[in-house]
């Protein structure tokens, strides 16, 4: 069971700006601890999008941006593409009494209308 | 360019034990100060992460997992692999590898990831 707790699904035209939220507690995000998206295209292994809460590895379109707050974050995509039709992860680290690991969202679907 | 390759049985009886391999090509697995990791997506699902291993053959797994978790790694062959004990049909899922990047262990992401191979557990 993810800790980590997103939409299920997000939906926008081309061109539009969508916004996909991570949830966390005060176990994780909320610790300080970053927080990384990742990419998942059909079929396909996923691909790191954003690191550190807001860094684009190189060759990351600069349309990908991520924020964090409090025990959230956010990713937002500017300039909807069909490209960007895919599933987002994000991924943070939790620490508590049961024990340290890293944890990853429960996914979003973005769909391009 | 480096890059990780999962190799491994594509289907696993219940109770028995899975074991998969990770090949890393492109760079030397003990020459940087990396860790790799095993992460699973059961089929229609989210991700989890399932243990880290450094070249030296230090480890750490998620607690969820990991009294059935065991990862180590061959240097000589550039390679870590994954056993993981008493599956069952929970345990079905596209297994991943994947390099941690460097630094504090609670700030570090996964980049690059293996293409992913599933494993079904079925009598």
């Known amino acids: 069971q993810s800790v980590l707790t997103q939409p299920p699904s997000v939906s926008g035209a081309p061109g539009q700006r969508v916004t996909i939220s991570c949830t966390g507690s005060s176990s994780n995000i909320g610790a300080g601890y970053d927080v990384h998206w990742y990419q998942q295209l059909p079929g396909t292994a996923p691909k790191l999008l954003i690191y550190?809460?807001?860094n684009r590895p190189s060759g990351v379109p600069d349309r990908f941006s991520g924020s964090k707050s409090g025990t959230s974050a956010s990713l937002a995509i500017t300039g909807l593409q069909a490209e960007d039709e895919a599933d987002y992860y994000c991924?943070?680290?939790?620490?508590?009494?049961?024990?340290?690991?890293?944890?990853f969202g429960t996914g979003t679907k973005v769909t391009v209308l | 360019q480096l890059q990780l390759q999962e190799s491994g049985p594509g289907l696993v009886k219940p109770s028995e034990t899975l074991s998969l391999t990770c090949t890393v090509s492109?760079?030397?697995?003990?020459?940087?100060?990396?860790?790799w990791g095993w992460i699973r997506q059961p089929p229609g699902k989210g991700l989890e992460w399932i243990g880290s291993i450094y070249y030296s053959g230090s480890t750490y797994y998620n607690p969820s997992l990991k009294s059935r978790v065991t990862i180590s790694v061959d240097t000589s062959k550039n390679q870590f692999s994954l056993k993981l004990s008493s599956v069952t049909a929970a345990d079905t899922a596209v297994y991943y590898c994947?390099?941690?990047?460097?630094?504090?262990?609670?700030?570090?992401?996964?980049?690059?990831w293996g293409q992913g191979t599933l494993v079904t557990v079925s009598s």
């Open positions: 492109g760079g030397s697995i003990s020459s940087s100060s990396y860790y």
């Open positions: 550190g809460n807001s």
């Open positions: 991924q943070s680290y939790d620490s508590s009494l049961s024990g340290s690991n890293y944890v």
């Open positions: 994947a390099r941690r990047s460097l630094g504090e262990l609670s700030l570090s992401w996964f980049d690059p």
